[in-house]
């Protein structure tokens, strides 16, 4: 069992920092705004918040988009709240256990649970570089989920769809974070044009 909320309260800093003429700017995700990349992270929040707890999803509840348009208007308050409530559902040690669902697929709790940390981590990377700000998640965390996607990247070197690109070369003696980035298709260098 892991504490997922100091890599959450990173996000939520990096996100009530960000500025509304940064909405449109591009991120590390191929083809994703700021905004679009806000709104994925606002509904994974809640996706594997209700994962955490066993839930079927409420009204809110829904596959994470990635829609710049749907993103609500008080994102800014909004995600930083739902990134707590994520942390705290991962806080039960029973989330970690039996089998869940999230975004629709049925999953082990304990794999739930690290597919959690890995969208906060990679995507509060995502948004600190697309937005020029630090990005300092606690090295155990990144450890963590490196060694979860590791096994991953190995099993798919041309990539996983709607997942990860194919991996990019790091030297082994580089950061974690950048080493993490790598595995998931991206450039640990990457940094938005002017």
Sequence with gaps: MLDLEPATSVLARLVENIKDEQLDAPTPCPE???GALLDHVDGLSLAFAEAAAKTTPGPEGRVPSADAAGLRPD???GIPQ???ELAQAWRVEDAWTGMTAAGGV???GDVAG?????EVIVHGWD????TGQDFGAPEPLVEATFDFVRPSAEENPEGSPGLFGPPVPVPAS????DRLIGLTGRDPGWR???
Excluded: N, Q
């Excluded at 690290?114 to 890995?118: F, N, R, S, T, Y």
């Excluded at 580089?174 to 974070?177: E, K, L, N, Q």
């Design 192 to 194: 938005p044009v002017g």
């Design 32 to 34: 994703m705004t700021v």
């Design 106 to 108: 049925e999953l082990p």
């Design 114 to 118: 690290l597919v959690a940390l890995d």
């Design 82 to 84: 739902r990134l707590a």
């Design 174 to 177: 580089a950061p974690a974070i």
């Design 127 to 130: 948004l600190a570089v697309a």
């Design 75 to 77: 994102w800014r308050t």
